[in-house]
C-alpha cells in the first residue's frame, strides 16, 4: 500500500471530502434531494447491468428494515480494471460515496467484497477504514472489509451475497430479488465501486459537467478499460457515446504499429464481439443490443489482423467452461459442448445456434446467458475471416438428435 499515491484522510477532507456525509447526517441534504441528483445525473450501474442507481435505491427503501449494503468490488470481467483504478486513486472518494449508499436505506452495516487478486488494495481499504473509525466517522466495525473468493461468477449480486454468507458462490434463483431478500435474508442494496465513487464526485463537484458530456446524443461519462492491439492501453474517461474508432485514436494513441483494426470485444469477454465495419456505433447502454453485443463494465478489448478469431473465441469458451458454477445444467454443460464443437476446423452451425439458444433461455445467471455472444457475433458478421483462417462452417440437418436424448 506504502507504493501507491492516494489522498489520506485529512488531505481528502481538506479538499471538501466527507461534506456529503455531514451534509446528510445533518440534515441540509435530504435523501430525496440525493436521489433527485443521481436521477438527473443518468448514474446507473456501472457494474455492467446499467439499472438506474436512484431506482435501486427506491427498491431497497421500500422494504421493511434492517437493511444492508454491500459494494462490488469483485472486478471478474476479462479486460476490466476500472474499479482498481478508482480504489488505487481516490480510495475516500469511493468510502465516501459507498457510506452515503448506505445512508440512503439507513443500512445497519456496508460490506465490501474485493476481488482477492487486489490484495494491496486490500490493505489501503484496510488503512482508510481505520483512519474513519479513529476520527470518528464511522463506528468502529460498520463497514466490513471482506475478500472474494476469487471466482468470475462472484461478480452476479446473487452469488456475492451467498459468499459474503459463507456459502459457495452460486447464483440465487430469482426472484425474490436480493432487494428484497439479499445478505441474511434482509433486503440489500448491491452497488459497484465506480458507480458510488461518482455520488461523492457529483455532490461535490455539481453534475453539470458530468451531464453535458457525452456524444452522439447520449449524456455522461463511462470509464473505458481499453487494451489489446492499441498503442496506450489504459482506464479512460471518456463521453458516453464515443465510438471505437474516436475511443483508439483520441485516448489509446491509435492501433499498435502494425496491427489494422480487425475486431472489438465492446464489454469484456461476455459483451459479444463486432467487426471493424462497426467501429462507428456509439458505445453506451442501450445502443449495442441491436447488434448482439452490449458495453457491460465498459472493458474495449481491441483485436487486429494478427489475431486469430476462433483462437479467441475458444480462448473464451474456455473461461466461460472454467468459471461456471456448474449449478445449472444448461451452462455447465452447454459451456463444455461448445468448446468441443469450437475445437476442431470444421464448425456445425446448426449445433452452435441451438445450443446457444439453450444456453440463452434457460442458464439461471448472466454466466451462461452471455456465454454465447462472441461465438454467434462470429458466425454473423466474420463468416469470411473465419474461412481465411480455415474454419470451415456446415450445417448439419441432425443437430436435434446431438442436443436431445439422455446427454
Known amino acids: 500500500a506504502a507504493s501507491l ?18 451534509a446528510l447526517d445533518g440534515g441540509e441534504v435530504s435523501i430525496e434531494d440525493l436521489a433527485q441528483m443521481i436521477e438527473q445525473a443518468g448514474l446507473r450501474g456501472l457494474g455492467g447491468a446499467g439499472f438506474p442507481t436512484f431506482r435501486k435505491w427506491g427498491f431497497v427503501r421500500a422494504e421493511a428494515g434492517p437493511r444492508y449494503c454491500v459494494i462490488n468490488a469483485d472486478e471478474g470481467e476479462p479486460g476490466t480494471f476500472k474499479d482498481r483504478c478508482y480504489l488505487e486513486r481516490e480510495p475516500h472518494t469511493f468510502l465516501e460515496g459507498a457510506l452515503a449508499s448506505a445512508h440512503a436505506i439507513e443500512a445497519e452495516a456496508l460490506y465490501l467484497y474485493l476481488r482477492d487478486e487486489y490484495p494491496t488494495l486490500n490493505e489501503v481499504l484496510r488503512d482508510c477504514i481505520a483512519e474513519l473509525e479513529a476520527a470518528g466517522l464511522v463506528a468502529p466495525g460498520y463497514i466490513q472489509l471482506r475478500r472474494g473468493a476469487g471466482a468470475y461468477i ?7 451475497i451467498e459468499s459474503l454468507e459463507g456459502k459457495p458462490g452460486k447464483p440465487r434463483q430469482r426472484p425474490p430479488f436480493v432487494a428484497q431478500r439479499g445478505l441474511f435474508g434482509r433486503p440489500t442494496l ?13 455532490h461535490r463537484e455539481g453534475h453539470d459537467h458530468y451531464v453535458a458530456a457525452g456524444r452522439q446524443g447520449r449524456q455522461g461519462l463511462r470509464s473505458f478499460s481499453l487494451s489489446g492491439r492499441v498503442r496506450r492501453p489504459g482506464m479512460y474517461l471518456a463521453p458516453a457515446g464515443i465510438t471505437l474508432s474516436e475511443l483508439v485514436e483520441e485516448y489509446g494513441g ?15 469477454a461476455s459483451g459479444g464481439i463486432l467487426p471493424a465495419s462497426k467501429a462507428d456505433l456509439p458505445l453506451d447502454f442501450d445502443t449495442l443490443q ?3 453485443c452490449f458495453i457491460g463494465s465498459a472493458a474495449v478489448v481491441v483485436l487486429s489482423d494478427k489475431d486469430d478469431l476462433a483462437a ?16 445449472c445444467t444448461p451452462c455447465r454443460v452447454g459451456t463444455r459442448q461448445m468448446l468441443a464443437a469450437l475445437s476442431g476446423d470444421e464448425w456445425d452451425e446448426t449445433l452452435l445456434t441451438r445450443l446457444s439458444q439453450v444456453m440463452m ?22 463468416r469470411e475471416t473465419l474461412a481465411s483462417s480455415g474454419v470451415r462452417l456446415i ?3 441432425h443437430a436435434a438428435d446431438t442436443t436431445g436424448g439422455e446427454a
Open 190 to 202: 448491491v452497488n459497484n465501486v465506480e458507480t458510488v465513487y461518482w455520488i461523492a464526485r457529483l
Open 395 to 397: 450445417a448439419t440437418s
Open 154 to 160: 462472484c461478480g452476479e449480486e446473487s452469488a456475492l
Open 254 to 268: 491509435g492501433m499498435a504499429d502494425g496491427h489494422r483494426l480487425r475486431a472489438y470485444l465492446p464489454g469484456g
Open 312 to 327: 479467441v473465441a475458444r480462448n473464451l469458451m474456455s473461461f466461460f467452461m472454467d468459471e461456471s458454477c456448474g449449478q
Open 361 to 382: 433461455d434457460a442458464s439461471i445467471c448472466g454466466l451462461g446467458q452471455a456465454a454465447p455472444n462472441p461465438v454467434l457475433g462470429l458466425l454473423k458478421d466474420f
Open 290 to 292: 441491436a447488434h448482439g
Open 5 to 22: 499515491d492516494y489522498p489520506r484522510l485529512a488531505e481528502y477532507r481538506a479538499s471538501g471530502g466527507y461534506g456529503l456525509l455531514a
